[in-house]
């Protein structure tokens, strides 16, 4: 059964720091891994999308990582801001299950100014 | 392009009743997921509706049930509310089934049992 960690369960950093969040996956045997954002009350912001062939996909600020061998991936924010406030969340697809994603619990940020 | 379309945003049932929330996929996706998120739980797979069938299912109980029509729309029923019923329920659309591309989720229905 797939299970999703996410370290740290929260994080508070000053305005302009760099920072890492850590997913790790126990089955290895994954279709792609999504990463999210959710800000309070509302629903889920896709952020970036690393299909199992890859290493990394780049948006903006945001750079994740992917390591399938050793089930884990990266999601590294550049530059910190308040509004990157909010919990991040990856989630996991395995090919035999659809479009069924498992998700890790969640890493709160907070971003201070 | 419009997104994922849920509604109602809130409700609040007692026990007992049984509810229906509604989600609108994007336009031209065919795959519609359904998601129940808690605090105690987080976020867990109810199911997956593709061409108005049910391709995956979640290991929750048989009060809660699905459907989906052909325009792809897709509806959620609860029946037999019960307390451990209060959530947020989010609808993902993609454009089809065990595709490689993202999921888009909607804003949820935020269902509160009295």
């Known amino acids: 059964k797939q299970e999703v960690t996410q370290i740290p369960a929260a994080l508070s950093v000053p305005e302009g720091e760099n920072l890492v969040l850590n997913c790790s996956f126990t089955?290895?045997?994954?279709?792609?891994l999504q990463w999210f954002r959710q800000d309070p009350g509302k629903g889920l912001t896709s952020l970036l999308l690393i299909q199992s062939s890859q290493r990394e996909q780049t948006s903006g600020r945001l750079n994740a990582s992917l390591d399938k061998s050793s089930g884990r991936s990266t999601l590294y924010i550049a530059a910190s801001q308040p509004g990157d406030s909010a919990t991040y969340l990856c989630?996991?697809?395995?090919?035999?299950?659809?479009?069924?994603?498992?998700f890790g619990a969640g890493t709160i940020l907070r971003v201070k100014s | 392009k419009a997104g994922v379309t849920q509604t109602p945003r809130y409700l609040i049932k007692t026990r007992g009743q049984q509810v229906t929330l509604s989600c609108s996929p994007i336009?031209?996706?065919?795959?519609v997921s359904w998601y129940q998120q808690t605090p105690g739980q987080g976020l867990q797979f109810l199911f997956e509706?593709?061409?108005?069938?049910?391709?995956n299912k979640g290991n929750f109980p048989g009060r809660f049930s699905g459907r989906q029509f052909s325009n792809s729309r897709s509806e959620m029923n609860v029946s037999t509310l019960e307390l451990g019923d209060s959530a947020l329920y989010l609808c993902a659309s993609s454009p089809a089934e065990g595709s490689t591309g993202e999921l888009f989720f909607g804003e949820g229905s935020r269902l509160t049992v009295l």
């Open positions: 089955d290895s045997a994954i279709y792609n």
């Open positions: 509706y593709f061409s108005e069938t049910q391709r």
């Open positions: 989630a996991v697809r395995q090919r035999e299950y659809g479009n069924k994603l498992v």
């Open positions: 336009s031209g996706h065919r795959s």
